[in-house]
């Protein structure tokens, strides 16, 4: 066996048909690479498999490895194929509409039978809360805690997942999501809650509000799948750093991966 020094780094890509790996030794350059079938109903054991595979063929311990690289297109296919939790909405009262109205823009102007997608968010699980901040962040309406808490027991009810929160002008003052945020922790507590102000704190309603949404209806999936594949690479005996790839190119820990997915 090699020396037990951690000179060796991994890159996993899953794929819809094949998970590939490439194993580089710092020390000297070399790289080997690795090839299995994907497991679509939990890509992590295409991981460990080919892993085991790859390290074994190498004569190298899962210990030596100081850097795991993971890239996985997990959160696009489930966005694309709508597989994401349910989900809900909770916005200012008035604007329960603004994901299904969007910009207006047409991405062909002259097709009058042009068909949008659909929000993610039905419009029956979208809640227009009553409170408003201005655009300069300050509290025009507080925000009415009781109707949240009645919201949070219908959530529950209806078997809900995930909520994403966005309230007008929350990327100027983020007080009346954070409350918001404590009571659905409080009230319904199985709940993954994001809120706009954390994930995209930008001006424009429907950028922010439909980016927040995206995020939330993922993360439970993303979660569970990030959790199961450290247990899988901790009993392989890894010990390093795992981080997970973007799609502008560049890597996350799989903390922040794990809160905001998107």
């Known amino acids: 066996m090699n020396s037990l020094r951690k000179h060796h780094r991994a890159g996993i890509d899953i794929g819809g048909t094949f998970t590939d790996l490439v194993l580089l030794d710092d020390s000297t350059g070399e790289r080997a690479l690795g090839k299995v079938l994907t497991t679509p109903d939990d890509p992590s054991e295409a991981v460990e498999k080919g892993l085991v595979e790859l390290l074994e063929r190498e004569d190298v ?6 850097t795991i690289i993971h890239g996985t297109t997990l959160v696009t296919n489930a966005l694309i194929e709508r597989k994401g939790v349910r989900t809900a909405l909770l916005t200012t009262e008035g604007f329960r509409d603004a994901v299904a109205i969007g910009t207006e823009h047409r991405y062909d102007m002259y097709d009058i039978f042009i068909e949008k997608p659909e929000p993610l968010v039905p419009r029956s699980l979208r809640y227009g809360m009553r409170e408003r901040i201005l655009d300069d962040g300050s509290v025009a309406i507080g925000l009415d805690e ?68 995206a995020n939330v209806y993922v993360r439970p999936l993303v979660e569970r799948y990030l959790r199961v594949l450290e247990e899988r690479l901790t009993r392989l005996g890894f010990r390093g750093s795992l981080y997970v790839m973007l799609s502008n190119g560049g890597t996350a820990s799989v903390e922040t991966a794990r809160e905001f997915p998107i």
């Open 61 to 66: 311990a899962a210990t030596q490895l100081n």
């Open 146 to 213: 009781d109707q949240v808490r009645q919201v949070a027991a219908q959530l529950r009810e209806r078997e809900v997942q995930a909520v994403a929160v966005s309230f007008l002008h929350a990327f100027r003052n983020p007080a009346h999501e954070r409350r918001a945020h404590e009571i659905l922790a409080e009230e319904a507590p199985g709940i993954t809650v994001s809120l706009s102000s954390d994930v995209a704190a930008e001006i424009r309603e429907y950028e922010r509000t439909s980016t927040t949404i």
